[in-house]
Nanobody
Framework: QVQLMESGGGSVQSGGSLRLSCAVSGSRFSANSPYCLGWFRQRTGEERVALARIDRDGYTRYIDSVNSRFTISQNAAKTSVYLQMSNLEEEDTAMYFC????????????????????WGQGTRVTVSS
């Protein structure tokens, strides 16, 4: 199994910044094997959407709408993945989730929730004007 635990959410004013963290652990997760970790968000009443992903070797992919404002990264030990969010807007208000693809596999060519197997419980971000 793979366990993921998000933290760092909270309330912030428009234009502000937040850094989300996701601790990754579990018997099936190894920093020595391929993996794909991603960040998603889900607004109330909407589907969960992809934001950014990173693989073991640090290759990243972003959706166009957050490419210039969000940055995904990971620590050297490959035990945590981060999402640095800047210039936040009210539309960024959502529950944010960290997810892992199937351990041992690289990121797929597609990038959506169906490509990820394990999920954290989420952390809420609220942006107000």
């Amino acid at each position: 199994q793979v366990q993921l635990m998000e933290s760092g959410g909270g309330s912030v004013q428009s234009g502000g910044s937040l850094r989300l963290s996701c601790a990754v652990s579990g018997s099936r997760f190894s920093a020595n094997s391929p993996y794909c970790l991603g960040w998603f968000r889900q607004r109330t009443g909407e589907e969960r959407v992809a934001l950014a992903r990173i693989d073991r070797d640090g290759y990243t992919r972003y959706i166009d709408s957050v490419n210039s404002r969000f940055t995904i990264s990971q620590n050297a030990a490959k035990t945590s993945v981060y999402l640095q969010m800047s210039n936040l807007e009210e539309e960024d208000t959502a529950m944010y989730f960290c997810a892992s693809g199937e351990p041992g596999l690289w990121c797929r060519s597609s990038f959506s929730a169906i490509d990820f197997t394990y999920w954290g419980q989420g952390t809420r971000v609220t942006v107000s004007s």
